[in-house]
């Protein structure tokens, strides 16, 4: 034992500052690596999520592919130990690289191909090598440094990477992304770990370098934070490139809220299009059909009050001013920013009939769900205009807990209706919210209304092969009680573009041809999914 710690001690690296300094330094880098590690890994989930959909299942292939390459990283780094500085310093130059172009690359190969499975697949696998190499060599450089026992020196190591993590995932949400955006963050932090892993190998362990590994790292490491510096100055042009690709020639406000991205295309009214997180959410062209579809059978009764869940573009409420019986309407959305730009935009205000200047409307930011639990007026009809139930962030807005909120706000003979999307594009997801308001106690009819454009953009060849196929509309109108609502117009609805009573009848028998004997959503039993 005595012999192999004489042994150990005379292979300690020779390094210019004192063992516990070199420690400590160590152990910063560890910090820092650790949390732009975590860094990339959500950036991966955001941008996933945002480009693909289904949060849930975006987070699970990043981490799940991420945990298992690390392993293999872990079993690759065996072979560097004997070259453990050079080692760390040219993964770390290659994390940098790799991690902080990832969103980049993630958006380009979404905009300019109209996928980016693949390369979020590919990056989570060279990120999760990367970082799982990163701990056998600093395992070996550590000791080298200042040898203590090996639980010890473990305990250190994994503190140092689990707190670095811990602030690396806080800045994510709460600098990085609302400060500098996915793109600019991912290039920063990439700068920032080529910077850190570079410094601690050429001045903590340079008598360790050959002049030729020395030169190696010097080069390598310039390089990184070069090209990520130069994509950062480019990344305002680069933005508006894809973005152009992605939403045309014609994009006029483009817009990251607290709560998503919002942009609008078109050059006014008639051509106006509204996207939310690259999902088309209004087009100018048969918005008409679906906000009258969605609004009017609602209307057949008694509407004094109304409740508009979501519907921040104003277009459901320019529909409910229209009838003079409404006394007052309460639209509650989560994005400030979307009924800002309601207000405030000269083509998405002229759409809306300037319905927000009418003294009947109330506006209030909100979560719908959190709302609710605290509302207990008597409302006569609620409109649930929400954004479709397979986005992973409106799961609860489409639970059976939820209609039962909204079955306490309605007022005795109140009505519900709520958009359950495409019942013969996604027939599951469709008699799904079906189930989960019968659930809730409420008696349903559904109905559906054919449409002329897709919901989705898709990046800019299938975007226009999708846009000339027709799509429908599914709606779930409710009400409590034994009897479900009839389907019909009330006797005082204004002149409407393209809602007749014989389009209604229609309507009935679309959404019934599909029907599917699916199960209700509830919190924690979600059954939404996208479907293709």
């Not at 192999?4 to 070199?22: C, D, E, M, N, Y």
């Not at 990163?134 to 200042?146: A, F, G, N, S």
């Not at 817009?255 to 959410?281: A, I, K, M």
Request: glycine letters at 10%.
């Amino acid at each position: 034992m005595i012999d192999q710690q004489v042994s150990l001690r005379g292979s300690a690296a020779r390094i210019p500052v004192r063992p516990r300094t070199g420690r400590l330094l160590v152990l910063a880098a560890v910090f820092i690596c650790a949390a732009c590690g975590l860094v990339y890994e959500l950036e991966l989930v955001a941008l996933a999520s945002y480009l693909i959909g289904d949060s849930v299942t975006q987070a699970s292939v990043v981490l799940s592919v991420m945990v298992f390459a690390m392993g293999i990283g872990s079993l690759l780094a065996k072979r560097l130990r004997s070259h453990a500085a050079v080692g760390f310093g040219l993964i770390e130059a290659g994390l940098a690289l790799i991690g902080g172009s990832s969103a980049l690359v993630l958006y380009a190969s979404f905009a300019w191909i109209g996928e980016s499975r693949f390369a979020l697949v590919g990056f989570s696998l060279a990120i999760g090598v990367l970082i799982g190499a990163e701990i056998p060599l600093l395992m070996t450089l550590i000791q080298r440094v200042d040898r203590q026992d090996a639980g010890g020196t473990v305990a250190d190591l994994f503190a140092a990477d689990y707190v670095g993590a811990l602030v690396g995932g806080l800045a994510f949400p709460f600098l990085l992304l609302p400060v500098l955006g996915q793109l600019t963050g991912a290039l920063l932090t990439g700068m920032v770990n080529a910077a850190a892993g570079g410094a601690l190998v050429l001045w903590v362990f340079r008598r360790d370098l050959t002049p030729r590994s020395r030169w190696l790292l010097i080069v390598v490491n310039v390089s990184v934070i070069a090209l990520l510096a130069t994509a950062t100055l480019l990344d305002d042009d680069f933005e508006r490139a894809a973005r152009r690709a992605v939403y045309g020639d014609e994009v006029r406000v483009a817009v990251q809220t607290d709560v998503q991205e919002v942009v609008l295309t078109g050059t006014g009214r008639s051509s106006l299009d509204l996207y939310l997180d690259g999902r088309l959410r209004v087009s100018a062209q048969d918005e008409y059909r679906y906000h009258e579809a969605l609004v009017h059978p609602a209307m057949d009764g008694h509407h004094a009050r109304v409740l508009i869940l979501g519907g921040g573009d104003g277009l459901a409420a320019r529909e409910v001013l229209r009838y003079p019986e409404v006394r007052s309407v309460t639209l509650v959305e989560i994005d400030p920013g979307v009924t800002r730009l309601a207000r405030t935009d000269p083509a998405l205000s002229a759409l809306n009939a300037h319905a927000y200047r009418d003294p009947r409307l109330t506006a209030v930011t909100a979560d719908a769900f959190n709302w609710l639990r605290a509302e207990r007026g008597g409302y006569d009809v609620v409109i649930s205009d929400l954004p479709d139930p397979g986005i992973t962030a409106s799961t609860k807005l489409y639970s059976a807990e939820f209609y039962g909120l909204v079955a306490e706000a309605l007022a005795p003979g109140g009505r519900l209706v709520v958009h359950g999307g495409p019942p013969n594009a996604r027939p599951r997801t469709f008699w799904t919210v079906e189930a989960s308001v019968r659930a809730a106690g409420l008696s349903t009819r559904p109905y559906g209304v054919i449409g002329r454009r897709t919901g989705f953009a898709a990046g800019p060849d299938r975007t226009t092969d999708r846009a000339k196929a027709p799509h429908g509309w599914g709606f779930v109108l409710a009400r409590v009680g034994p009897r479900a609502p009839a389907l019909g117009l009330s006797p005082r609805a204004p002149k409407l573009r393209s809602l007749t009573e014989g389009v209604l009848a229609g309507a009935a028998r679309y959404a019934e041809r599909g029907r599917l004997p699916e199960q209700a959503s509830t919190l924690v039993h979600p059954r939404y999914w996208e479907e293709p």
